[in-house]
């Protein structure tokens, strides 16, 4: 989550919702392209506030290449072996593991919806695909519908 930061040197993970970040980053979030990358001292970059540690705070997201929390990948599993319904929301479909979660279902027979700007190489094998906008053909998916019954 963006919500949350993990720090790098003792891995206390913790809810920070302050913005920006730290003082060093304020101005910084639209980036002018004519500008040269920012330049900030490594003191005042955030830092973790446990008792003695005051390392270096990033994101607790998983950047491209980084490898996901094992015990993630543990509770995804239980998830999807209970799940009876999978969207697949404006994802290319070609990023492993996740890759590999909506097509696990589907093959349980677990019908997938999968909502996208295009087709994707998962497309084939999932029961509905809504091409368009997620923000448009998502709700429009979702709403009531005349015909539906409620059981």
């Given at each position: 989550?963006?919500?949350?930061?993990?720090?790098?040197?003792?891995?206390?993970?913790?809810?920070?919702?302050?913005?920006?970040?730290?003082?060093?980053?304020?101005?910084?979030?639209?980036?002018?392209?004519?500008?040269?990358?920012?330049?900030?001292?490594a003191?005042?970059?955030?830092?973790?506030e446990?008792?003695?540690?005051?390392?270096?705070?990033?994101?607790?997201?998983?950047?491209?290449?980084?490898?996901?929390?094992?015990?993630?990948?543990e509770?995804?599993?239980?998830?999807?072996?209970?799940?009876?319904?999978?969207?697949?929301?404006?994802t290319?479909?070609v990023?492993?593991?996740?890759?590999?979660?909506?097509?696990?279902?589907?093959?349980?027979?677990?019908?997938?919806?999968?909502?996208?700007?295009?087709?994707?190489?998962?497309?084939?094998?999932?029961?509905?695909?809504?091409?368009?906008?997620?923000?448009?053909?998502?709700?429009?998916?979702?709403?009531?519908?005349?015909t539906?019954?409620v059981s």
């Amino acid at each position: 989550s963006l919500f949350k930061t993990r720090c790098t040197s003792c891995g206390v993970v913790a809810e920070n919702y302050k913005s920006p970040i730290c003082p060093a980053l304020s101005g910084k979030g639209s980036p002018d392209p004519e500008t040269q990358s920012a330049r900030i001292p490594a003191e005042n970059l955030p830092r973790c506030e446990e008792a003695g540690c005051g390392g270096l705070l990033r994101p607790h997201v998983v950047w491209f290449g980084e490898n996901l929390d094992p015990a993630i990948l543990e509770e995804v599993d239980r998830e999807l072996a209970l799940c009876d319904l999978c969207l697949v929301v404006g994802t290319s479909s070609v990023v492993y593991p996740a890759a590999m979660f909506a097509p696990q279902v589907s093959a349980r027979g677990v019908p997938v919806a999968e909502f996208n700007m295009e087709t994707t190489p998962a497309t084939s094998r999932f029961r509905f695909h809504f091409q368009g906008p997620c923000g448009t053909t998502l709700p429009e998916a979702l709403a009531p519908h005349e015909t539906e019954t409620v059981s």
